[in-house]
């Protein structure tokens, strides 16, 4: 029989082998970068309604307003602003920064209602962006965050995308701040893992079970949202976007999700604390809040991304050079999202770090839901209690 590290060797290459081969291209980031593509303009351009919840965001909401003030779109498009029970005057911020674009009859704000029991915060504020009636019939909600700043065409070519290719929801991954050395030690695994989970091909192919989008920036047809109940329909999810994403597919819709470098978030994480804190707050809602699910991606983790670096280094014989191929295909597949984000190729073959710090992070994750404060964001925790 042969030893062990050779069997775990054996199948931490072939985990790769499938991942780079069977798994859409997730790992060919480049064929997802939506800002070079151009659409058919349709013959009408629908009105729309861009809705922007926001909760304590003072320190980015004026560059968001902005940014959506000077979107270059040919057809109506009205702003909403739903403040979420802020603290830090982030109205106020808001309407300034409106006044001083000579937008302010363009920009509402509308504050929130209390949170009804068993709804999460942003879901919530998404449907009062929706019920506010800034618009009567819009063809599209546009949903972007609070810290993102789309591109003056971001609009005109998501609007563009959805007409031409009869798309009911349209999302967009907007370029993640890499400044700091934790965020070029940790985003652009970031971007590989959530491809990785949500493969964009799968995600566009209307067979696949595949459902994903990228919350800072969602195009949503309203008749879709119609069609699968409102967002009472998601209106307990903590990952609320590929939650939306999944109604929208099960319901019969078209989705599909780019990605972007002209369009940005803003928000800074300058230490890994957190960056950390960002991952903990959804990471074991992705697993289902299952013990066995957690056990299960812990022992994946470790098969896929760290044995390939133990025995690589520490075995010897066959068992060595099987590792080894598998430690070459892991760096070689992060490559293209180094690239991305224009960051040394040197990061590649510190992949298997990077996992070890998303599983802490997992792991935090589910400690939190177990101590009643899963899902916590800006004071709230969203997830259901596990008692």
């Known amino acids: 029989m042969p030893p062990v590290s050779l069997i775990v060797a054996v199948l931490s290459l072939g985990i790769w082998v499938y991942l780079l081969a069977g798994r859409g291209g997730y790992w060919?980031?480049?064929?997802?970068?939506?800002?070079?593509?151009?659409?058919?303009?349709?013959?009408?351009?629908?009105?729309?309604?861009?809705?922007?919840?926001?909760?304590?965001?003072?320190?980015?909401?004026?560059?968001?307003?902005?940014?959506?003030?000077?979107?270059?779109?040919?057809?109506?498009?009205?702003?909403?602003?739903?403040?979420?029970?802020?603290e830090d005057g982030t109205a106020e911020v808001a309407r300034q920064a409106a006044r001083e674009c000579g937008g302010a009859e363009r920009v509402r704000v509308h504050a929130a209602a209390a949170l009804p029991e068993g709804w999460t915060g942003k879901v919530w504020a998404m449907a009062q962006g929706v019920a506010s009636g800034a618009e009567p019939a819009p063809g599209f909600y546009w949903f972007t965050d609070?810290?993102?700043?789309?591109?003056?065409?971001?609009?005109?070519?998501?609007?563009?995308?959805?007409?031409?290719?009869?798309?009911?929801?349209?999302?967009?991954?907007?370029?993640?701040?890499?400044?700091?050395?934790?965020?070029?030690a940790l985003i652009p695994a970031?971007?590989?893992?959530?491809?990785?989970?949500?493969?964009p091909r799968w995600i566009a192919e209307p067979r696949a079970h595949t459902a994903g989008a990228a919350g800072g920036c969602i195009l949503l047809r309203r008749a879709a949202l119609e069609r699968i109940g409102g967002f009472q329909a998601i209106r307990g999810e903590v990952i609320d976007d590929c939650a939306l994403a999944r109604a929208v597919k099960q319901s019969g819709g078209r989705i599909w999700m780019g990605l972007s470098r002209a369009s940005v978030s803003v928000r800074v994480y300058a230490r890994f604390r957190e960056i950390e804190q960002m991952i903990a707050r959804t990471a074991f809602t992705q697993l289902r809040y299952s013990a066995l699910q957690l056990g299960g991606a812990v022992a994946?983790?470790?098969?896929?991304?760290?044995?390939?670096?133990?025995?690589?280094?520490?075995?010897?014989?066959?068992?060595?050079f099987v590792a080894l191929g598998a430690?070459?295909?892991?760096?070689?597949?992060?490559?293209?999202?180094?690239?991305?984000?224009?960051?040394?190729?040197?990061?590649?073959?510190?992949?298997?770090?990077?996992a070890l710090f998303y599983l802490a992070a997992t792991l935090d994750s589910a400690g939190?839901?177990?101590?009643?404060?899963?899902?916590?964001?800006?004071?709230?925790?969203?997830?259901?209690?596990?008692?």
């Not at 939506?34 to 965001?57: L, M």
């Not at 798309?167 to 050395?181: G, H, I, K, N």
Request: aromatic share 10%; charged share 20%.
């Open 300 to 320: 994946g983790l470790l098969v896929t991304y760290v044995a390939p670096v133990i025995l690589a280094l520490g075995a010897h014989g066959p068992a060595r």
């Open 28 to 86: 060919r980031v480049r064929r997802f970068d939506a800002d070079g593509e151009a659409a058919e303009a349709p013959r009408e351009w629908p009105a729309v309604v861009a809705i922007v919840p926001a909760r304590n965001e003072a320190e980015n909401v004026a560059r968001t307003i902005r940014a959506l003030l000077r979107q270059d779109y040919p057809g109506r498009l009205a702003i909403v602003l739903v403040d979420d029970h802020s």
């Open 146 to 184: 609070a810290d993102v700043v789309p591109a003056p065409e971001t609009l005109r070519r998501l609007v563009c995308r959805a007409e031409c290719d009869a798309l009911d929801l349209a999302s967009l991954m907007v370029f993640l701040q890499t400044r700091t050395f934790a965020e070029r």
């Open 327 to 354: 430690w070459l295909l892991m760096a070689a597949s992060f490559a293209p999202a180094l690239r991305f984000y224009r960051q040394s190729l040197l990061w590649a073959p510190l992949l298997p770090l990077m």
């Open 368 to 387: 939190r839901y177990w101590l009643g404060r899963g899902g916590e964001w800006k004071g709230r925790a969203q997830a259901p209690h596990p008692g």
């Open 190 to 199: 970031f971007l590989f893992f959530f491809l990785q989970l949500y493969p």
